[in-house]
């Protein structure tokens, strides 16, 4: 898939787009995001490490993870480049506490 197309379906869908960029062998301990995110691997490798499984994507492969579901993430020798959008959950509902 093309940058631009992908840029313009998470747009599309509501994320803020941004490039990322990981150092060769960057490592992330387990974690979790506010927010839902989908990624496009444009170069190097990442592997997420998912409920005990581990996940590699490279050049072309696209990601994605629901907000709160916790992952590790690991960076191949070459580094990591992507393509990510990051969707914020929706606002809950307010609570009117004027008394009216």
């Given at each position: 898939m093309k940058d631009a197309h992908f840029e313009f379906a998470l747009r599309r869908d509501g994320f803020d787009v941004h490039r990322n960029t990981m150092p060769p062998g960057a490592m992330v301990s387990e974690h979790a995001h506010?927010?839902?995110?989908?990624?496009l691997v444009l170069n190097g490798e990442i592997t997420l490490?998912?409920?005990?499984?581990?996940?590699?994507?490279?050049?072309?492969?696209?990601?994605?993870?629901?907000?709160?579901?916790r992952h590790a993430e690991a960076v191949g020798p070459a580094?990591?480049?992507?393509?990510?959008?990051?969707?914020?959950?929706p606002?809950?509902?307010?609570?009117d506490q004027s008394g009216a």
């Open positions: 506010p927010f839902d995110v989908r990624a490490t998912v409920e005990g499984i581990e996940y590699a994507y490279r050049e072309g492969d696209i990601f994605v993870l629901p907000a709160g579901h580094g990591v480049d992507y393509l990510v959008g990051r969707r914020p959950l606002a809950g509902p307010t609570i």
